[in-house]
């Protein structure tokens, strides 16, 4: 029996700590709720803006024109006064052959033609005095016909000689080889003292204060340009230059389905180079509109991209309300920017939500409105009605919420 009194004891013990700790708890204040900060987003309302469609090609620098360097005559070389890689002005020189050679030739035909001129004159003489004595009977008429064959084998051979002048002289002129234009010298291997035969191709000359760029581009886009269109080319050193559409294909280059665009490319100072890679960009056909948003204002959701817009809102613009999201198409965009062009899903005139950061919110998440620094707004962008009526878009909201309010998802009807 004493056994049982002292658990009984025991038990009611337990109890009445039990009690007493209960008592203890319903007393006890409850702890404050966790104070929640909305996220800011900023509203802007979309305008379509006007773009010229704007292309770029790689491609590489070619010269204007290209020369092989090549002498008419043969003979001994006997001056090179350039090395390959040269930047030379027009006219001057690059190869000259030993000119003696020619000179001689040269004089020793003048001296034949007038050798000829003397003979002819000579003949001519002969000639009028037959012609005297043929009327007084003193001479025959073979006689006569003689003398004017002999003149008339004079006059050859004076045409003759002045004919290996005309060549003598040709081959002088061309016993050298000087720049056509301003450009480079390459390829050149012969030196001074070798033998040079007539048509040997000695190296090459490239034109270089002009240069040329092609590009192949698809039918919609050579159907937006012409002959004159102006252009710009950025080399390797991100520098501009401008060119002018000389040549627009008007079927394709074989079989690629391409058109072909030529551009002219200044380069009056030699700072570009033939073969340089470049970037060619140009404008194709009339402005089109396009519909660009922040890269912040959409995200991707199984597979389908959404855009941000505002849910309903309540009058007092200090409250929060809701995010909510609409599907969307979208194009390209420039990442380096942070915009992306929208085709489908937005138009002109709706509001979207811009918030601070990529994937920052989902539909049904609660939002207040504010400013938003350090992201990509288009460049109409202005405050909203809304907006424009805020105490002060710079500081963040300070709206608090309370744990029931955070995050509440709705249930989106499908547009």
């Known amino acids: 029996m004493r056994i049982i009194k002292i658990v009984g004891l025991l038990f009611l013990g337990v109890f009445a700590l039990r009690g007493i700790s209960t008592l203890w708890e319903t007393k006890r204040p409850d702890p404050p ?13 979309l305008q379509s803006e006007s773009f010229a469609r704007r292309v770029e090609r790689h491609a590489r620098l ?3 024109r290209k020369w092989q360097i090549a002498l008419e005559v043969s003979g001994r070389l006997a001056q090179r006064p350039v090395e390959n890689g040269d930047l030379l002005e027009r006219g001057a020189l690059v190869l000259a052959l030993d000119p003696e050679p020619f000179v001689a030739n040269l004089e020793h035909g003048e001296a034949m033609l007038r050798q000829a001129q003397a003979r002819t004159t000579l003949a001519g003489e002969i000639l009028e005095r037959i012609k005297r004595l043929y009327k007084t009977k003193s001479a025959s008429r073979e006689e006569l016909d ?17 004919a290996d002048v005309r060549k003598d002289r040709y081959d002088l002129e061309h016993c050298r080889w000087a720049a056509p234009a301003p450009g480079i010298v390459s390829a050149l291997s012969t030196e001074v003292g070798e033998f040079v035969r007539e048509g040997d191709v000695l190296g090459e000359f490239s034109q270089v204060d002009s240069l040329l760029v092609k590009v192949l581009v698809p039918w919609d886009i050579r159907r937006g340009v ?25 079927v394709q280059s074989g079989q690629t389905g391409q058109f072909e665009l030529e551009f ?11 073969g340089e890679p470049v970037v060619v960009r140009f404008e194709s056909g009339a402005p089109i509109e396009r519909l660009r948003v922040p ?10 991209w959404r855009a941000l817009v505002p849910g309903e809102r309540p009058d007092d613009s200090t409250e929060p309300f809701l995010a909510r999201s609409v599907p969307i198409t979208q194009g390209g965009g420039d990442p380096g920017e942070g915009w992306v062009e929208v085709y489908t899903g937005l138009r002109p005139g709706q509001e979207i939500l811009v918030p601070s950061r990529v994937a920052a919110l989902r539909d049904g ?16 962008a202005t405050p909203t009605k809304r907006s424009s009526s805020l105490a002060d878009l710079d500081a963040p909201a300070e709206s608090v919420l309370d744990d029931s309010q955070v995050s509440t998802p709705i249930q989106e009807d499908s547009p």
Do not use: C, M
Request: charged content about 20%; aromatic content about 6%.
């Open 295 to 304: 890269r912040n204002s959409i995200f991707e959701e199984y597979g389908q």
């Open 365 to 380: 998440t609660r939002i207040v409105e504010g400013r938003v620094t350090d992201v990509w707004l288009p460049p109409y």
């Open 226 to 250: 012409e002959p004159g269109t102006k252009g710009v080319v950025v080399d390797g050193w991100q520098r501009e230059h401008s060119a002018t559409l000389l040549y627009a294909a008007a």
């Open 33 to 45: 709720k966790a104070k929640i900060t909305p996220p800011v987003v900023r509203i802007v309302t």
């Open 146 to 162: 003689q003398e004017q064959a002999d003149l008339d084998a004079s006059l050859a051979v004076v045409a003759a000689a002045q």
């Open 62 to 64: 070619q010269p204007r």
């Open 264 to 274: 002219e490319v200044p380069n009056p100072t030699g700072e570009l180079l033939s």
